[in-house]
C-alpha cells in the first residue's frame, strides 16, 4: 500500500545551474573598465577588460570574452576569474589589405 506522508518538493526560483555556482563559492563580481574590440568567428563576442571586486584576485584586472550587449561601467558576475582571455590580434589575413 501507498504511505499517507505527503511528498515535500523543493521550491527554488533560480535555476538549477546557478544554484551549483553559489553553493561552490559563489560567482564573483567585475566591473567593466575597458571594451577593447570584437572577437569570434563572425565578430559575435567582444573582449572586456575587468577589475575584480571580491574574492581570492580581488583589485586584479584581467581580460574577458563576452557575448552580448556591454558597456564601461557594467558589472559581470564570473564563475571563475584565473583564466584569462587571450589578446586580440590586431592583423588583417584576408581581403585588399593583405
Request: aromatic content about 2%; glycine content about 12%.
Amino acid at each position: 500500500m501507498a504511505s499517507d506522508k505527503p511528498k515535500q518538493e523543493k521550491q527554488s526560483s533560480a535555476s538549477k545551474g546557478s544554484d551549483k555556482i553559489m553553493e561552490e563559492g559563489g560567482a564573483v563580481p567585475g566591473v567593466v573598465e575597458d571594451v577593447v574590440g570584437r572577437t569570434g568567428t563572425r565578430g559575435e563576442l567582444t573582449q572586456v577588460k575587468v577589475r575584480v571586486l571580491k574574492g581570492r584576485n580581488a583589485g586584479k584586472q584581467i581580460r574577458r570574452n563576452v557575448r552580448g550587449p556591454i558597456k564601461v561601467r557594467d558589472v559581470l558576475m564570473m564563475r571563475e576569474t584565473e583564466i584569462e582571455a587571450r589578446k586580440l590580434m590586431k592583423r588583417i589575413s584576408k581581403g585588399a589589405f593583405s
